[in-house]
């Protein structure tokens, strides 16, 4: 047990000392550290309202049955792995990080990591290489979260050499076996896991919370852009906000926008050329130069060129020939 978890004998002793046999949820909440994440999420997080709502009331499913157990009333570990579904950008793994910190301030898993692991991660090119690959991979994840990106590309069943089931039945072995020691989450785009689950029924009855992440909207958009220039010491001048507003708007429009994801592009971009325009330009600059982001530092997006739908800044996803999409960076 580490510093901050709240193990079901001290809340016995302290029910049956102080309270008469009562448990208190507040002192759970606050020792466990919970009641800081959720509020993190509703501070941290723009928009996301469906799914912070399922996160408290997982949490609050896991307090209840620490508390039921602290009564001494019968209380089964609840399951607890997971399928997060949802385009890119979307906050999927970081809700895992925040999910992780809940139930390792509950005790349900012994540290806070989260392993984030994609197919060729787990499956082999050739015969034997699988088993030990995946085995590998669990054997870190041990203790904490295992975050499986595109989980359906590990179910290729057009292809007789593909290995990926092999993976899949140590994953449901150890989901079944072992889930009080790892908490497995599945992501990826909703259509596909449903897809997936469909073609794996034993995967899909192990997974007992389901949660969508639904695209933002412009203005959540804009305020995940203030709050990403704001943790990096930039703001926006008065016309840059109205330009990258209607940046935002074309952008959406176009292929491959990917959320967040997007919008942290568009920004790091927006940086380069605000950079080399003060270096060209030369002299003494002061904070407010060296914080701004003008106009002129977002206008030469190729988003706003009609003949090029893409500014060379946005990492959505695009699976090559064999289904495999390349390493991405930014928010998930």
């Known amino acids: 047990m580490t510093e901050g978890q709240t193990s079901s004998e001290d809340l016995a002793a302290t029910a049956t000392e102080e309270d008469g046999g009562e448990v208190d949820v507040e002192s759970v909440l606050r020792e466990s550290n919970v009641q800081d994440v959720l509020e993190g999420l509703d501070r941290d997080l723009v928009g996301l309202e469906p799914v912070k709502t ?92 295992l975050f499986i990106d595109e989980a359906y590309y590990l179910h290729r069943p057009d292809n007789e050499r593909d290995y990926g089931q092999e993976t899949i039945e140590i994953l449901l072995q150890v989901m079944e076996n072992d889930r009080d020691k790892l908490v497995v989450v599945l992501a990826g785009y909703h259509d596909r896991m449903d897809e997936f689950f469909r073609s794996n029924p034993g995967m899909g009855s192990r997974v007992a919370h389901h949660i969508d992440f639904p695209d933002y909207a412009p203005d959540q958009l804009l305020a995940i852009a203030g709050l990403m220039l704001d943790q990096q010491g930039y703001e926006f001048s008065d016309e840059a906000r109205e330009v990258f507003t209607d940046y935002v708007a074309h952008r959406m429009e176009q292929p491959r926008f990917a959320n967040a994801r997007s919008i942290r592009n568009a920004l790091d971009r927006a940086r380069l050329r605000q950079a080399n325009r003060l270096v060209e330009k030369g002299g003494k600059l002061d904070r407010a130069k060296l914080t701004a982001i003008e106009p002129e530092d977002i206008l030469k997006s190729r988003v706003f060129d009609a003949t090029d739908g893409n500014d060379g800044e946005d990492t959505a996803p695009t699976p090559d020939a064999n289904g495999h999409s390349p390493t991405r960076a930014g928010a998930r």
């Open 54 to 145: 399922r996160i408290r009331e997982i949490a609050s499913l896991l307090v209840i049955d620490k508390l039921r157990r602290a009564a001494g009333l019968t209380s089964d570990r609840p399951s607890l792995h997971m399928s997060f579904t949802g385009n890119p950008g979307t906050g999927k793994t970081t809700v895992a990080l925040r999910m992780a910190k809940i139930l390792h301030g509950l005790g349900y898993i012994e540290n806070p990591s989260v392993i984030s692991v994609t197919r060729d991660d787990l499956v082999g090119q050739y015969v034997g290489h699988t088993a030990p690959k995946t085995k590998e991979v669990l054997k870190r994840a041990f203790g904490g979260v």
